[in-house]
């Protein structure tokens, strides 16, 4: 018999492989060194093959781990502080960012890291400045980062209205090398577990030339451009005001939209300009809680896949999302868009589950190495307790009832056990390589300073939260 690292025992798999969601019955996968080496029937598996660790998993729902394609993990620390406004950035979140310090941005990225674990997201599609910490982290615990350091040239402050952005060569310069230093540092990291994209924050936040030298990098360095896109009218004023252009057909002209460009939210593309961007090759990513929230938008995934083009699924930021957890991005995913074209078809609960596994990692350039359960790949794999009262009961006669009760009816708390390369982060809702209890006493610890910092320009904004303060709103 040949003697592995892992074997799990299922009985309901979920393997994403074809144009479905791959359901095999009563299978064991054989995990050794990271990688999936096979799976089969339990009794053959179990004549074959002997193992250091064995996962019952037959009352579980077995499947890959989920993508995050898009995330601002730094932000966990801001949690809360940037709903229900106009301007969430600049009234709501500006007063707690500039008052976050270095230490305090790592401790939310700890923070957000850990809940999106929690809830079965295997891949952390983290993007920031100043993100080492976020990095050391996503090490430590062993889950997978595919992480873009941010490039700007504006400079980080409060603006008013549509009040141009203030471009600094040198802060666009620091920010540049900071991107090729963690690329140099982390890219490639624990046989492909930790890669290092180029997140230029959006084209109103860099110059021309920046621009094109992020590009050119990027692509001698054979990594991705990961970049905010067309995200609403406050990008739309900028481009204007600063280039005579909107953001796709800039972008379009100078050479950046390609199979290498990941485009995140679109949310006032027009059909023309989603048309451009699918012909390219580039994908999407629909951060569909956020947009929603700080918003009140449906960026256009719908219009996106109709297309041709691929999307991913990201939760943002937990300033105005307020959660890192994909189980939830997949119901609005589905929810919002029934709503928005009137149709109960729309976005199935099979589709919107290829968004955060297998699409998801295809969005980002990944697929190749995770999204799916099957050989040759390396075993990100999640398990969901099928014991709870939001996922049960469990039919599988005459239909399956339970990717509908994932994506309608879970909430995240269902997720048993995740696998990372092999590894196990979190066994029985039990974490192994994280402790919760720190990351959140951490996270209040600087929440604390930040509110008493913030509180002198929170005041003088006087957005609506500080209405809603003084009328015992909130």
């Given at each position: 018999?040949?003697?592995?690292?892992?074997?799990?025992?299922?009985?309901?798999?979920?393997?994403?492989?074809?144009?479905?969601?791959?359901?095999?019955?009563?299978?064991?996968?054989?995990?050794?060194?990271?990688?999936?080496?096979?799976?089969?029937?339990?009794?053959?598996?179990?004549?074959?093959?002997?193992?250091?660790?064995?996962?019952?998993?037959?009352?579980?729902?077995?499947?890959?781990?989920?993508?995050?394609?898009?995330?601002?993990?730094?932000?966990?620390?801001?949690?809360?502080?940037?709903?229900?406004?106009?301007?969430?950035?600049?009234?709501?979140?500006?007063?707690?960012?500039?008052?976050?310090?270095?230490?305090?941005?790592?401790?939310?990225?700890?923070?957000?890291?850990?809940?999106?674990?929690?809830?079965?997201?295997?891949?952390?599609?983290?993007?920031?400045?100043?993100?080492?910490?976020?990095?050391?982290?996503?090490?430590?615990?062993?889950?997978?980062?595919?992480?873009?350091?941010?490039?700007?040239?504006?400079?980080?402050?409060?603006?008013?209205?549509?009040?141009?952005?203030?471009?600094?060569?040198?802060?666009?310069?620091?920010?540049?090398?900071?991107?090729?230093?963690?690329?140099?540092?982390?890219?490639?990291?624990?046989?492909?577990?930790?890669?290092?994209?180029?997140?230029?924050?959006?084209?109103?936040?860099?110059?021309?030339?920046?621009?094109?030298?992020?590009k050119e990098l990027a692509r001698e360095r054979h990594t991705t451009?990961?970049?905010?896109?067309?995200?609403?009218?406050?990008?739309?004023?900028?481009?204007?005001?600063?280039?005579?252009?909107?953001?796709?057909?800039?972008?379009?002209?100078?050479?950046?939209?390609?199979?290498?460009?990941?485009?995140?939210?679109?949310?006032?593309?027009?059909?023309?300009?989603?048309?451009?961007?699918?012909?390219?090759?580039?994908?999407?990513?629909?951060?569909?809680?956020?947009?929603?929230?700080?918003?009140?938008?449906?960026?256009?995934?719908?219009?996106?896949?109709?297309?041709?083009?691929?999307?991913?699924?990201?939760?943002?930021?937990?300033?105005?999302?307020?959660?890192?957890?994909?189980?939830?991005?997949?119901?609005?995913?589905?929810?919002?868009?029934?709503?928005?074209?009137?149709?109960?078809?729309?976005?199935?609960?099979?589709?919107?589950?290829?968004?955060?596994?297998?699409?998801?990692?295809?969005?980002?350039?990944?697929?190749?190495?995770?999204?799916?359960?099957?050989?040759?790949?390396?075993?990100?794999?999640?398990?969901?307790?099928?014991?709870?009262?939001?996922?049960?009961?469990?039919?599988?006669?005459?239909?399956?009832?339970?990717?509908?009760?994932l994506i309608y009816s879970a909430r995240g708390n269902e997720v048993?056990?995740?696998?990372?390369?092999?590894?196990?982060?979190?066994?029985?809702?039990?974490?192994?390589?994280?402790?919760?209890?720190?990351?959140?006493?951490?996270?209040?610890?600087?929440?604390?300073?930040?509110?008493?910092?913030?509180?002198?320009?929170?005041?003088?904004?006087?957005?609506?939260?500080?209405?809603?303060?003084?009328?015992d709103k909130l």
């Open positions: 018999m040949r003697k592995v690292d892992l074997i799990i025992k299922t009985k309901h798999l979920y393997t994403m492989k074809g144009e479905g969601v791959g359901y095999q019955q009563d299978k064991s996968i054989v995990i050794d060194r990271g990688i999936i080496t096979a799976i089969g029937n339990s009794d053959h598996i179990a004549q074959e093959y002997t193992a250091d660790k064995y996962i019952d998993a037959t009352d579980k729902m077995v499947l890959p781990g989920f993508v995050d394609a898009h995330m601002h993990t730094g932000h966990g620390v801001l949690r809360g502080v940037a709903q229900d406004i106009n301007r969430w950035m600049f009234e709501g979140m500006a007063p707690f960012e500039l008052a976050r310090s270095s230490e305090a941005k790592t401790a939310g990225s700890e923070l957000a890291i850990t809940e999106a674990i929690m809830n079965g997201t295997t891949t952390i599609g983290d993007d920031s400045s100043d993100i080492r910490g976020s990095l050391e982290y996503i090490d430590k615990v062993g889950v997978r980062g595919n992480v873009s350091v941010r490039v700007r040239s504006a400079l980080i402050k409060p603006y008013k209205g549509d009040e141009l952005y203030t471009f600094d060569k040198n802060y666009g310069e620091q920010t540049l090398n900071e991107a090729l230093t963690l690329f140099d540092d982390f890219n490639n990291r624990d046989n492909e577990r930790i890669k290092i994209r180029f997140g230029p924050q959006g084209a109103d936040f860099l110059d021309l030339d920046l621009l094109k030298r992020v451009i990961h970049m905010h896109l067309a995200q609403g009218a406050r990008e739309h004023a900028q481009m204007m005001q600063r280039y005579g252009m909107r953001a796709i057909p800039l972008l379009s002209k100078l050479g950046y939209l390609d199979k290498d460009f990941i485009g995140i939210h679109l949310t006032d593309a027009t059909d023309e300009e989603i048309q451009t961007v699918v012909d390219s090759g580039a994908s999407m990513v629909f951060c569909p809680n956020s947009l929603g929230v700080i918003g009140g938008a449906v960026p256009p995934a719908v219009k996106f896949l109709e297309d041709g083009g691929c999307v991913g699924l990201g939760s943002d930021q937990a300033p105005g999302n307020n959660s890192h957890n994909i189980i939830s991005e997949m119901k609005a995913t589905s929810v919002f868009n029934k709503i928005k074209y009137k149709s109960s078809t729309i976005m199935p609960a099979w589709k919107c589950l290829r968004m955060a596994t297998i699409e998801g990692a295809r969005a980002i350039g990944i697929d190749k190495l995770v999204g799916s359960i099957e050989v040759g790949k390396h075993a990100d794999i999640i398990c969901v307790d099928l014991n709870t009262p939001s996922m049960a009961p469990v039919y599988t006669t005459p239909m399956r009832n339970m990717v509908p009760n048993a056990t995740v696998i990372v390369d092999g590894r196990i982060l979190m066994e029985e809702h039990v974490p192994v390589t994280f402790n919760v209890q720190e990351v959140v006493s951490n996270a209040q610890h600087h929440a604390d300073i930040i509110g008493e910092k913030a509180a002198p320009l929170f005041n003088e904004i006087h957005g609506m939260n500080a209405i809603y303060m003084e009328e």
